[in-house]
């Protein structure tokens, strides 16, 4: 079991930038997969990006390639997704999710989920 509680959201002007953090419970943090998604209002939950066991591999969604990385710090049991050049369509709930396995980018392959932080990027 990993509970997630993901910070950092907020409201940013047009190219501003936000930090988000997922702090994960649990003694196996590094064996997950962690992954970003965010959903829009109206809009399907969409993948963001993802992060193999041990950040050697990173993964975006075209959207936000240059701008967001993606990273870990498996001694502190967190995810980081670094926002930059933020647009009004990064507005969204940002979630932060974990699986096993492979990476992916499909919700359903993720098997936790925290409660979501907004990203509010006004124009």
């Known amino acids: 079991q990993v509970q997630l509680v993901e910070s950092g959201g907020g409201l940013v002007q047009a190219g501003g930038s936000l930090r988000l953090s997922c702090a994960a419970s649990?003694?196996?943090?590094?064996?997950?997969?962690m992954g970003w998604f965010r959903q829009a209002p109206g809009k399907e939950r969409e993948f963001v990006a993802a992060?193999?066991?041990?950040?050697?591999?990173?993964y975006f969604v075209d959207s936000v390639k240059g701008r967001f990385t993606i990273s870990r710090d498996n001694a502190k049991n967190t995810v980081y997704l670094q926002m930059n050049s933020l647009k009004p369509e990064d507005t969204a709930i940002y979630y932060c999710?974990?699986?096993?396995?492979?990476?992916?980018?499909?919700?359903?392959?993720?098997?936790?989920w925290g409660p979501g932080t907004q990203v509010t990027v006004s124009s």
């Open positions: 999710a974990a699986r096993r396995g492979l990476v992916a980018g499909t919700a359903n392959d993720y098997d936790y």
């Open positions: 649990g003694r196996t943090f590094s064996s997950y997969v």
């Open positions: 992060i193999g066991w041990s950040s050697g591999r990173t």
